[in-house]
């Protein structure tokens, strides 16, 4: 891997060597071993200096589990960010702890010092919902929207699933989002499987197939217009069944 360029004497990272937060090393370590969620390394990250990868113009076209367009140029000239597939169909920005974690990525990317609030910031900016840190290694975290969205914005983020079960108040803002629904005669809210949170609508007999899509439609759109689930959900996933 090629030297990274001297940072001006005035940056916050002139003396940055590379290598990871020991913070961040450690929170790593714990969530690998299952002792540390998702929100607690966001916590840990809030405070950290994150590695962007930036790749020379010409070299942007990613492998296959990379997205296929550049994002932003943060003032390398002939160089971009590249997102990779964050596996659900969307892109995602790569951010990396390390310089030894970025070259185990990409050894052509050339590593920008970044904060992790202004990383986020550029991801959101540029349409990716989701950071991947480390994405070849050793320990890969993904972050969902909601929690790049608090992340950039300051805030702390509280996931929509923690321990197994959906928090109360996205259960509650579901069921009222969906009271007004008279084709549904009730509603559990899950884990998920495909998406983070799965919705089980129990539907009441007699709907044809576009009676069935009229409802779906009516669903999507409530979840969506409810601030709780829309701010706090990642994915949703939608199940029909009879009303028993």
């Known amino acids: 891997m090629s030297t990274p360029r001297a940072l001006p004497p005035t940056s916050p990272f002139a003396h940055d060597d590379g290598t990871a937060d020991p913070a961040v090393t450690a929170v790593l370590a714990e969530h690998a071993a299952g002792r540390a969620d998702v929100a607690d390394?966001?916590?840990?990250?809030?405070e950290a200096r994150l590695l962007v990868a930036i790749l020379p113009h010409g070299r942007e076209q990613a492998p296959t589990d990379e997205a296929s367009r550049?994002?932003?140029?943060?003032?390398?000239?002939?160089?971009?960010?590249?997102?990779?597939?964050?596996?659900?169909?969307?892109?995602?920005?790569?951010?990396f702890s390390s310089v030894a974690a970025l070259a185990a990525w990409r050894a052509d990317a050339r590593p920008v010092p970044t904060p992790a609030r202004q990383a986020a910031q550029g991801a959101l900016a540029e349409g990716w919902p989701v950071l991947v840190l480390d994405p070849a290694g050793p320990v890969t975290?993904?972050?969902?929207?909601?929690?790049?969205?608090?992340?950039?914005?300051?805030?702390?983020w509280r996931p929509a699933v923690r321990d197994g079960a959906v928090d109360g108040e996205v259960v509650a803002a579901v069921a009222t989002a969906l009271?007004?629904?008279?084709?549904?005669?009730?509603?559990?809210?899950?884990?998920?499987?495909?998406?983070?949170?799965?919705?089980?609508?129990?539907?009441?007999?007699?709907?044809?197939?576009?009676?069935?899509?009229?409802?779906?439609?009516?669903?999507?759109?409530?979840?969506?217009?409810?601030?709780?689930?829309?701010?706090?959900?990642?994915?949703?996933?939608?199940?029909?069944?009879?009303?028993?």
């Open 141 to 156: 975290v993904r972050l969902p929207r909601p929690a790049v969205v608090a992340l950039a914005e300051g805030g702390r």
């Open 41 to 46: 390394v966001l916590t840990v990250l809030a």
């Open 70 to 95: 550049a994002a932003y140029d943060p003032g390398a000239s002939g160089a971009a960010v590249v997102g990779v597939a964050a596996g659900d169909g969307r892109a995602a920005m790569p951010v």
């Open 179 to 244: 009271a007004g629904i008279d084709a549904l005669a009730g509603c559990d809210v899950v884990p998920g499987g495909r998406g983070e949170v799965a919705i089980e609508l129990a539907v009441r007999a007699g709907l044809d197939r576009a009676g069935l899509e009229g409802v779906v439609a009516r669903v999507n759109d409530a979840l969506a217009a409810d601030p709780t689930v829309a701010g706090r959900v990642d994915s949703l996933e939608l199940r029909l069944r009879p009303a028993g």
